[in-house]
C-alpha cells in the first residue's frame, strides 16, 4: 500500500512498537491509551489529468506571488463523492475522475478493518484488480503478524468494548503515466490521517495517532476503482503535509470533506 518498501518498514516499527502499548493499555480496567497503534465529476472513462491529479490543487499556469499564500486550510477543499453502495465491507460506485479515486481511498481507508484479519481480508479481496492477484494475503499476513506482537490471536476481531477510528484530512492525488494504460486510469493517493481509540466504557484516548501518512495506487477497472501494489515504484513522496503550509498546498495537498 506505502509508496515504497522504506516506509512500509517504517510504517510497521511505527505500529508495532505502539500497538503492545496500546491495545495493554486499552485492556486496564478504569483507563487505556490507544498511543501510536495504528465537484460534479463525469461519469464513464477516467478523465486525463495532469499531475498532481487532485481537484483544487494548483494548476502549472498558477501565479507564483499570489499561490505562496495559499494553504490547504485557506485554498479549496474536496467534497468527497458519496458512495452509491457498500459491498464486502467496503464503499462503492464512485467516478471515473480523479475526485471518484481519491473518494475511493479516503472510504477505504476511514472503513478500512486494519486489525481485523477477516474482516480486512473480505475488504482487500474486493478491492484488489486482477494485475495484484497476491494484495490481500499479504496484507492479511501482516495483519496477523501484528496481532501476535501485541498479544493477540493471531486471527479475530478487536477486543470488546474498544472501537478505532481512522479520520482523514487531506490527500494528494496524481496520475501515473503508465504504458498501454489509458491515460487517466492509474492513480497514487497519498493521505493524511488521524487515527483514535475509545476504550470501555467511553474512556478517552490521551495519546492518539496524529498526522500521519501512507500511499495508495488505484487503478480503474471493470467500472470500478481497485487497488494495486504493481505500479507503487511510479509514485513519488509529497511534501510533508500541513493544514498552514503553502509549499504543500503547492505540492497538490488539499483538505478533504465528506458531502452533508
Not at 72 to 101: C, M, Q, W, Y
Not at 230 to 250: C, H, L, N, Q, R
Amino acid at each position: 500500500m506505502d509508496a515504497s518498501p522504506g516506509l512500509n518498514a517504517r510504517r510497521a516499527r511505527f505500529i508495532l512498537a505502539g500497538g503492545a502499548v496500546a491495545v495493554a493499555g486499552l485492556l486496564v480496567a478504569g483507563g487505556f491509551t490507544a498511543a501510536t497503534l495504528m465537484n460534479g465529476d463525469p461519469k464513464g472513462q477516467p478523465q486525463a489529468s495532469a499531475s498532481p491529479a487532485t481537484p483544487g490543487a494548483p494548476s502549472s499556469g498558477s501565479t507564483p506571488g499570489r499561490d505562496r499564500f495559499i494553504t490547504p486550510e485557506k485554498g479549496e477543499k474536496i467534497i468527497l463523492r458519496k458512495p452509491t453502495d457498500h459491498k464486502n465491507g467496503v464503499a462503492v460506485g464512485f467516478p471515473a475522475s480523479p475526485g471518484g479515486g481519491i473518494s475511493a481511498v479516503v472510504y477505504f481507508w476511514e472503513e478500512y478493518a486494519w486489525l481485523d484479519d477477516e474482516k480486512a481480508g473480505q475488504q482487500l479481496n474486493a478491492v484488489a484488480a486482477k494485475d495484484a492477484p497476491g494484495f490481500a494475503d499479504k496484507r492479511v499476513s501482516e495483519i496477523r503478524k501484528m496481532r501476535e506482537a501485541i498479544g493477540l490471536a493471531p486471527s479475530g476481531g478487536i477486543p470488546a468494548d474498544i472501537t478505532f477510528t481512522t479520520s482523514v484530512h487531506a490527500a494528494r492525488g496524481k496520475t501515473l503515466k503508465v504504458p498501454g494504460v489509458p491515460m487517466g486510469s492509474v492513480m497514487q493517493v497519498w493521505l493524511s490521517y488521524d487515527r483514535f481509540a475509545t476504550g470501555p466504557k467511553g474512556g478517552r484516548d490521551e495519546n492518539p495517532l496524529r498526522g500521519e501518512t501512507i500511499a495508495f495506487v488505484v487503478k480503474w477497472e471493470d467500472g470500478a476503482w481497485k487497488f494495486t501494489d504493481k505500479y507503487d515504484s511510479m509514485g513519488d513522496f509529497p511534501v510533508a503535509y500541513e493544514p498552514d503550509s503553502p509549499y504543500a498546498w503547492t505540492d497538490g495537498w488539499v483538505q478533504v470533506r465528506h458531502a452533508g
